[in-house]
């Protein structure tokens, strides 16, 4: 239940929002060209589209993009009363305000993905941003164009700053760029990089479990399995044909630690990696 709602529109459309919702809720976002920073004030919600899910605690962050149905959140039976900031990015406006060029943080990312949602860690720059929103509902005669154009501006700086920039590209560039790959393209085009099963999961939109069960159904192997498996056999054949550093080697085929990476090839091929390329070079 919507107990208070306040909003600025920009050029037309919805740009922030502050929603005072009280238990049992349920908000669904629009499907339309737009993408969305919702920052939690008080209490928590749970963040569900389709088979993904999680939940928002206090002062926690999320970005997403609306441009698939299924996008909503609710409440998570805390009995607490929540707060919720929304600021939302529309492309038209975008393009409006950046008139001489949209920012990196807009631009197509390289990686093959299809995440639409990312949690975003608050930092000090952040928090004081969404305590200057709640400044201008409290004083909505401050507000103008030109400030809500210097806010939106702001917005994109800094989430192009956090630890999480490169989700956010993501996201964001998919405003202009919309592209969708198939569950097997994801997996097969970053199985050597740096990124967890839970990293997957994300960028096929599914929470852990779900994943797990559709990665089962395509590989008949859980993901931890395959993908190790993928990966040292690679390592196997770069020890054979090239002459780099057993450590790069090791990075290059998406493992993070060189113990580890030398514990799973010696349980694998029996031998070290030195030992493993120094037979290979003798016969």
């Known amino acids: 239940m919507v107990t208070e709602y306040k909003k600025f529109d920009l050029f037309g459309e919805t740009f922030i929002q502050r929603l005072n919702l009280k238990p049992s809720f349920e908000f669904t976002f629009p499907v339309a060209e737009q993408a969305c920073f919702l920052y939690m004030l008080k209490g928590g919600t749970e963040y569900q589209s389709g088979a993904d899910y999680l939940n928002i605690p206090a002062h926690q962050s999320l970005l997403l993009n609306c441009l698939k149905a299924g996008n909503q959140i609710r409440d998570i039976n805390s009995g607490d009363n929540n707060e919720i900031v929304i600021v939302t990015f529309h492309p038209d406006i975008l393009k409006k305000i950046y008139d001489k060029g949209l920012p990196l943080i807009f631009t197509k990312s390289n990686q093959t993905t299809n995440q639409q949602r990312g949690v975003i860690k608050n930092d000090f720059l952040i928090q004081k941003y969404i305590e200057g929103l709640l400044f201008y509902f409290e004083n909505p005669s401050l507000v103008s164009d030109e400030i809500l154009i210097l806010k939106l501006k702001e917005i994109v700086l800094l989430l192009s700053q956090t630890q999480e920039a490169h989700t956010i590209q993501t996201i964001l560039s998919q405003l202009f760029s919309p592209?969708?790959?198939?569950?097997?393209?994801?997996?097969?085009?970053?199985?050597?990089?740096?990124?967890?099963?839970?990293?997957?999961?994300?960028?096929?939109?599914?929470?852990?479990?779900?994943?797990?069960?559709?990665?089962?159904?395509?590989?008949?192997?859980?993901?931890?399995?395959?993908?190790?498996?993928?990966?040292?056999?690679?390592?196997?054949?770069?020890?054979?044909?090239?002459?780099?550093?057993?450590?790069?080697?090791?990075?290059?085929?998406?493992?993070?630690?060189?113990?580890?990476?030398?514990?799973?090839?010696?349980?694998?091929?029996?031998?070290?990696?030195?030992?493993y390329r120094l037979k290979r070079n003798e016969s």
Not at 203 to 225: G, I, Q, T, V
Not at 226 to 239: D, G, N
């Open 179 to 275: 592209t969708t790959f198939t569950f097997r393209q994801i997996i097969e085009e970053n199985l050597f990089s740096q990124v967890s099963v839970e990293d997957l999961a994300q960028m096929n939109n599914l929470s852990a479990s779900s994943f797990k069960r559709e990665f089962k159904k395509l590989y008949n192997d859980s993901p931890a399995s395959y993908i190790k498996s993928k990966r040292l056999e690679r390592a196997a054949q770069l020890l054979s044909v090239s002459d780099e550093r057993i450590t790069d080697i090791a990075f290059d085929c998406g493992f993070n630690d060189l113990a580890n990476f030398t514990k799973s090839f010696h349980d694998r091929y029996g031998v070290a990696p030195s030992n």
